[in-house]
Nanobody
Framework: QVQLVESGGGLVQPGGSLRLSCAAS????????MSWYRQAPGKERELVAAVTSAGGRTKYADSVKGRFTISRDNAKNTVYLQMNSLKPEDTAVYYC??????????????WGQGTQVTVSS
């Protein structure tokens, strides 16, 4: 049974930090690219950060570059999102995604249930 379980969300003041974790099970974690998405009320889900299967490459949304860092520990089947200098506009539900693109076949993708991040004074 595939599971992606996010944790670490909560309420934080502007300028504060949070570290999200996503623990994976039920699939070969090291084969999958991992990403964090977020969805604010009334907005579409957007990509925040992504990391390749081996962790060698990352990419970030322009809005979080220099503030957020994605990392993964393949030995622990976990991906992290360190969020610093948080702003009210970072308020959203944050989702973990696992994706694998086998050659010539459809992308295999799994989603977590989401964790709420609220940035407010």
């Amino acid at each position: 049974q595939v599971q992606l379980v996010e944790s670490g969300g909560g309420l934080v003041q502007p300028g504060g930090s949070l570290r999200l974790s996503c623990a994976a099970s039920g699939f070969t974690f090291s084969m999958y690219a991992m990403s964090w998405y977020r969805q604010a009320p009334g907005k579409e889900r957007e990509l925040v950060a992504a990391v390749t299967s081996a962790g060698g490459r990352t990419k970030y949304a322009d809005s979080v570059k220099g503030r957020f860092t994605i990392s993964r520990d393949n030995a622990k089947n976990t991906v992290y999102l360190q969020m610093n200098s948080l702003k009210p506009e970072d308020t959203a539900v944050y989702y973990c995604n696992a994706a694998w693109s086998p050659a010539g076949k459809e992308v295999v993708s799994y989603w977590g249930q989401g964790t709420q991040v609220t940035v407010s004074s």
